[in-house]
């Protein structure tokens, strides 16, 4: 969030990104752990870096730049434009073009390439504070306030029948309670537990979807009561589409989400059918990191 809005929305980094490099997006949280020819590449580049190649359980979060090849050239975690136009010119100094063949990918570690099932679904999920932060001059934070989160919420092609029948599966609701009805608006959020969920009932009726749910952790030092609204629309047996929104008041924060506002604040949740014209729309859930089977069973 902070890097889009600073590192990546500086037009001259942009524009260096776009002609001087092969920029990739990735999850370290995948690669520093798939024991495959992907992880063993990027392990390799990370493992000169000041973070190494998280063998010792760290995480490896960061920029990095790198040949071709593989061969570490620089890394930084710093966000500030000026300091990242730096870290790329010292990387760039060192660089020397030379031929390189393709990597084939002659491992793949399933754990951590998790596919949506066939005939599923993906719907974009999208959280935003609405209110309740206190006025700061401070920039960093002034992001943070205002910004839109982003995951996905997978569906299997069972429960894709099941509502396009008129039904929301228990199993469904719990997964959307568990692991979508989270403030993950300025960092990784902790995903509620099953115990957690107090309450949560969808219904959908002649395409409009209402409901309730309550989530509470058990010293109540995290809450969550909402109410649902929306359509969801079929045609010939498919989903053709599905907006709903989960509007209500949280309270408390987590580990990586701190600076919450104080109190209970408003907080809403859209849930939209994708359409795959994003490039985010085949990333998997957040909740689903080497365990889509679990994340599809709750």
Sequence with gaps: MLDRESTFAD????????????????????????????????RGIAKDSPRGDGSNGGTTQGL????????????????????????????????????VDSIKPEKIDRRYHPVLPKGGLVVRVQAR?????????????????????????????KEHESIVNGVIPAKVQRRIARFHLVDNTRGEPPMWRD???????????????????????????????CDFYGYVKTSDGMITRFDVIALGKFFGEGTYTKNAPKGK????????????KDVADPIPPQASRGWLDGYLKN
């Design 129 to 157: 504070v609405l209110d309740g932060y206190e006025p700061t001059d401070n920039k960093w934070q002034k992001i943070f306030q205002s910004s839109l989160s982003r995951d996905n919420l997978w569906l299997t092609n």
């Design 195 to 225: 115990d957690e969920i107090k309450s949560i009932n969808m219904k959908l009726e002649n395409g409009k979807l209402t409901g309730n749910a309550s989530l509470s952790t058990r010293d109540g030092s995290r809450t969550f009561d």
């Design 265 to 276: 604040f408003p907080l809403g949740i859209s849930f939209t059918l994708a359409d795959g």
């Design 11 to 42: 037009a001259e980094i942009i524009k260096t990104l776009q002609t001087k490099f092969v920029s990739v997006a990735i999850d370290q949280a995948y690669q520093r752990r798939q024991k495959d020819t992907e992880g063993d590449f990027y």
């Design 64 to 99: 990095y730049i790198a040949t071709p090849d593989g061969k570490y050239l620089g890394y930084t975690n710093h966000r500030s434009p000026e300091r990242i136009k730096k870290f790329i010119a010292e990387s760039l100094a060192k660089f020397k073009p030379t031929n």
